[in-house]
Nanobody
Framework: QVQLVESGGGLVQAGGSLRLSCVAS????????MGWFRQGPGKEREFLVA????????YYVDFVKGRFTISRDNAKNTVYLQMDGLKPEDTAVYYC????????????????????WGQGTPVTVSS
């Protein structure tokens, strides 16, 4: 029903910045809440950030708050993840995901709550 394609990953030095993009197909992008997850080496996929359908509300886990910023441009069917002050422990494959049934209040943080997923884009932060 919808396809998500991430881009913008790569190799960056510690302290640097990277901007990830996720482009969605379809004509109903604005009806989805969007989230970003990541999966580091030997770790489970973990929730990072989420944004409401309109973009008016966001949620960040503590370990990225102040460094990562999620935003969306519904006219471009795109959600972004701006990452600043990157650390080696941020090295992971980053995934965007879409929730077709967003709650009226709060944010979903579980993998099973997101129906559509991108293929992931790898981010490597060197020391």
């Amino acid at each position: 029903q919808v396809q998500l394609v991430e881009s913008g990953g790569g190799l960056v030095q510690a302290g640097g910045s990277l901007r990830l993009s996720c482009v969605a197909s379809g004509r109903t992008f604005s009806s989805y809440a969007m989230g970003w997850f990541r999966q580091g080496p030997g770790k489970e996929r973990e929730f990072l950030v989420a944004i409401s359908r309109s973009g008016d509300f966001t949620y960040y886990v503590d370990f990225v708050k102040g460094r990562f910023t999620i935003s969306r441009d519904n006219a471009k069917n795109t959600v972004y993840l701006q990452m600043d002050g990157l650390k080696p422990e941020d090295t992971a494959v980053y995934y965007c995901a879409a929730d077709s049934n967003p709650p009226s209040m709060g944010f979903k943080m579980h993998r099973s709550s997101y129906e559509y997923w991108g293929q992931g884009t790898p981010v490597t932060v060197s020391s």
